[in-house]
């Protein structure tokens, strides 16, 4: 039996004025060591995964059991005879836990180690709303860590949002998991405002952000069961500030606007989010068939005489084979390899050319240059 004192609001004083001093009355709490259903996926998730390991390890009497919830590997390759495990799968098997894994919780029945129940269930990172028959079985219900301030970067992917929206901080909350809907349970531990500072903010990617946060978790999630944090449910927080969306990143977030996004737009989002692409119309006069590029080289900001100067003309130079595009903002981009739709990576230009995307009509684009139009996501 795992036993915490703590001071609580005496139920007296609630129903005074708030101006009045506020009295507080000893309250001993207790919980049953821990049998833990842990659900994750990632390198994130795994960092949280290995300090409850090592806690059960040196410290039976807070967690008794611990179980990996994963989904199914996703089969590829010729054929669909590989398996891209997970990454959690691997930590998992090296740290010899009960590992299950699923495609849906349809159906599925919570394990029950030593003919004992699930107590307490734990996401990180995982991507499946736990059921609430499997929440309402756990004694201590189930409790989530979230890379972000919520209810700031609400959503699946929090820290790829952060970083487009160009923020110098972020931080962890522990929060419930609510039974029907993601990140909106009840906050119950926090990075204290104005959160972390994000190391080398212009330059970092999601991957470096999410090592550098992680370990961060783990260490407010060890505080959240230390400190019995499931029991007593949240402190009173205001949810003032910023309020903004994180859903799943999709092809359509990595859709050039060149009518609206900026040289530095541009390149934040490739650092964050790319490789980035835009569509073209093939053959000359343009017909109607229109083919995908994929900027995978990404860009760089350079200083080049363009003779159109239009946001989204992409032209070839004579002097070499990479594909310069103007900005909204009169900054010039420079790709060196693309991949046009139907074919493999090439060189930029000679991959445009021999798509037969250019226009080498000199009464248009004057000189030697060559254009091709990049679409906007609207037109």
């Known amino acids: 039996m795992i036993i915490r004192s703590r001071l609580r609001k005496s139920p007296l004083v609630l129903r005074q004025s708030c101006s009045l001093p506020i009295r507080r009355r000893l309250v001993t709490q207790s919980a049953d060591p821990l049998r833990i259903l842990f659900c994750g996926a ?15 390890n040196v410290n039976p009497d807070l967690i008794k059991s611990l179980d990996v919830v994963c989904k199914v590997g996703k089969k590829y390759g010729r054929g669909l005879k590989k398996v891209r495990e997970v990454p959690i799968v691997a930590a998992a098997q090296e ?22 129940a699930i107590n307490l269930v734990i ?22 860590v979230h890379p972000s301030l919520l209810p700031d970067f609400r959503g699946a992917a929090p820290i790829h949002w952060a970083l487009l929206h160009n923020c110098k901080a972020t931080g962890i909350t522990l929060q419930t998991l609510h039974h029907h809907h993601f990140d909106q349970g009840n906050i119950l ?11 080398n903010p ?28 499931f029991l007593s449910g949240p402190d009173s927080k205001p949810t003032t500030g910023l309020i903004r969306p994180a859903p799943k990143i999709t092809p359509k977030d990595r859709h050039i606007d060149w009518a609206k996004w900026s040289a530095q ?16 119309a093939v053959g000359r006069p343009p017909g109607e068939t229109v083919k995908r590029i994929i900027w995978c080289s990404g860009f760089k900001k350079v200083l080049a005489s363009l003779n159109n100067t239009e ?16 900005t909204i ?24 050319k021999n798509a037969n995307m250019v226009d080498s009509d000199t009464k248009h684009v004057g000189g030697n240059t060559e254009t091709l139009q990049l679409w906007s996501p609207f037109t």
């Not at 740290?95 to 004992?116: A, M, V």
């Not at 390149?267 to 073209?280: E, Q, Y």
């Open 189 to 199: 531990l926090q990075t204290p405002q104005p959160g972390l500072d994000i190391p």
């Open 329 to 352: 903002d009169q900054q010039t981009l420079r790709a060196s390899s693309v991949i046009v739709e139907g074919s493999g990576e090439k060189e930029a230009g000679y991959a445009v």
């Open 265 to 280: 737009e541009i390149l934040r989002r490739h650092r964050v989010i790319g490789p980035l692409w835009s569509k073209a």
């Open 123 to 144: 996401a990180v990172s995982f991507g499946l709303l736990i059921p609430p028959r499997i929440l309402g079985n756990a004694k201590y219900g189930g409790i989530n």
């Open 42 to 56: 990632d390198e994130f998730s795994i960092a949280s995964l290995k300090a409850l390991h090592h806690e059960k």
């Open 311 to 326: 946001p989204g003309v992409g032209q070839i130079l004579a002097s070499d084979s990479n594909l310069y595009i103007r």
């Open 202 to 229: 212009d330059v970092i990617t999601p991957t470096e952000l999410s090592a550098f946060l992680a370990p961060k978790g783990a260490d407010l999630l060890l505080r959240g069961l230390r400190e019995l944090v």
């Open 95 to 116: 740290l010899s836990l009960p590992l299950h894994q699923l495609e849906t919780f349809t159906g599925w029945q919570c394990p029950r180690p030593e003919g004992q």
